[in-house]
């Protein structure tokens, strides 16, 4: 078993209500094809849109995913797997909001991502500097924009990575 079916294993996803209506237990083996995606196999729907997240928000799934793709971040994947959990992670730590129409509207489903976010930080930081490509290590670097409290020490990471950080990210223009 490794870290993705590990985590997966922890959620209760028949009980966590989907942004489609149904309820989430789709969702595992969408998260499965994520992490284990690799450039040869072309681009990838992620199958999460409308189910974890929209436009308007963040559906409940959305802490149960945030967990999955850091055990992702945390397990050996492939760079172009690496950058779509990545993706995945920048939305659920960037939403806007919880969508008006989730179970529980009244909770802070973004605060509660960036929550979890905060746990794997380190991982986040060993995508800038160990990775040093300029997809890779800006994503990672624009969630650390979000979730990072010490700024100083985002600060020193902008300046050991500028070598490879994408222009948004060496300027500040990504910073939250």
Same mark, same amino acid.
């Given at each position: ?5 590990? %985590? ?13 209506? %149904? ?12 992490? %284990? ?20 928000? @963040? ?13 992702? @971040? ?23 909001? =919880? ?7 009244? @909770?802070?489903?973004?605060?509660? /991502? ?29 969630? +650390? ?11 020193? +990471? ?12 060496? =300027?500040? @223009? /990504?910073?939250?």
């Amino acid at each position: 078993m490794n870290l993705v079916d590990l %985590e997966i294993a922890r959620h209760d996803w028949r009980n966590i209500p989907c942004g489609c209506g %149904e309820s989430a237990e789709h969702l595992p083996a969408d998260l499965r094809r994520l992490a %284990e995606h690799g450039p040869a196999q072309g681009p990838i729907e992620t199958g999460l849109d409308d189910h974890a997240w929209s436009v308007r928000g @963040l559906w409940d799934p959305a802490p149960a995913v945030t967990s999955v793709v850091l055990a992702a @971040l945390a397990d050996e994947r492939t760079p172009y797997a690496r950058l779509l959990c990545l993706d995945v992670l920048h939305r659920m730590v960037a939403g806007d909001g =919880t969508h008006p129409q989730a179970a529980r509207p009244d @909770l802070d489903l973004p605060a509660l /991502c960036r929550d979890l976010a905060v746990g794997g930080t380190w991982l986040l930081y060993r995508e800038v500097m160990t990775f040093q490509d300029p997809g890779q290590a800006g994503a990672a670097f624009e969630i +650390l924009t979000v979730i990072e409290t010490d700024r100083d020490r985002l600060e020193r +990471l902008r300046e050991a990575a500028a070598g490879w950080l994408p222009v948004c990210c060496r =300027t500040g @223009l /990504c910073d939250d």
